[in-house]
Nanobody, 115 residues
């Protein structure tokens, strides 16, 4: 089973930006709807953004207007551009299938927003 690999996290100050990447091996990305999820300290994992096989996107209300999900099927990569980051965006970010994630999560990438 192909396991996505997330990267691009880091520590930023409020108002900063990061771009996360999720690489899926096996040249199958074009067949899949994908999503970015996050789990903050003491919180349940939640959907941040999803992108369908055809490119239709959906966002959590808390990130609309600040985050953009995109995909490059030729590179097998899904991106999450995050702008105007807030302390409440602090979390481990994961990618998985969307809208039905499988019960197998990668390591994720840590995003910390703090002054």
């Amino acid at each position: 089973q192909a396991q996505p690999v997330e990267s691009g996290g880091g520590l930023v100050t409020p108002g900063g930006s990061l771009r996360l990447s999720c690489v899926l091996s096996g040249n199958i990305l074009s067949l899949l709807g994908m999503g970015w999820y996050r789990q903050g300290p003491g919180k349940q994992r939640e959907l941040v953004a999803g992108i369908s096989q055809g490119g239709t996107t959906t966002y959590a209300d808390s990130v609309k207007g600040r985050f953009t999900i995109s995909r490059d099927n030729s590179e097998g990569t899904v991106y999450l551009q995050m702008n105007n980051l807030k302390p409440e965006d602090t979390a481990i970010y994961y990618c998985n299938l969307h809208p039905n994630p499988v019960d197998s999560w990668g390591q994720g990438t840590q995003v910390a927003v703090s002054s």
